[in-house]
Nanobody, 125 residues
């Protein structure tokens, strides 16, 4: 599935927006596999944020990001995005893009076998 690279993180204030991007270096991998976004805050486990399947089915961690985050894919650019609005200090974390093994559940960490290095998002209050 190649190498994934995230970008778009940064330091913002509460209420601001950011758009994270994920690109892959090995063809149109996002067309064929479920792509997910996870995040990991200091001292916490990595947690599911959102995912989009090859058929454009979307899943979200509703308790964390409901109504605020949107995952999307641009096939022509071979990119997957995470639009994050109304950011809160508790959204501060390293955000990771990952590609899942075929047929595996989108919300489960162990479903994903290809990960980017992550991009830091820091939200100040």
């Amino acid at each position: 599935q190649g190498q994934l690279v995230e970008s778009g993180g940064g330091l913002v204030q509460a209420g601001d927006s950011l758009r994270l991007s994920c690109t892959a270096d090995s063809g149109r991998v996002f067309l064929w596999y479920t792509t997910g976004w996870f995040r990991q805050a200091p001292g916490k486990e990595r947690e599911f944020v959102a995912a989009i399947s090859r058929s454009d089915t979307r899943a979200y961690a509703d308790d964390l990001v409901k109504g605020r985050f949107t995952i999307a894919r641009n096939n022509a650019k071979n990119m997957v995005y995470l639009q994050m609005n109304s950011l809160k200090p508790e959204d501060t974390a390293v955000y990771y893009c990952a590609v899942a093994q075929p047929g595996s559940p989108a919300r489960v960490l162990s479903s994903y076998n290809s990960w980017g290095p992550g991009t830091q998002v820091t939200v100040s209050s």
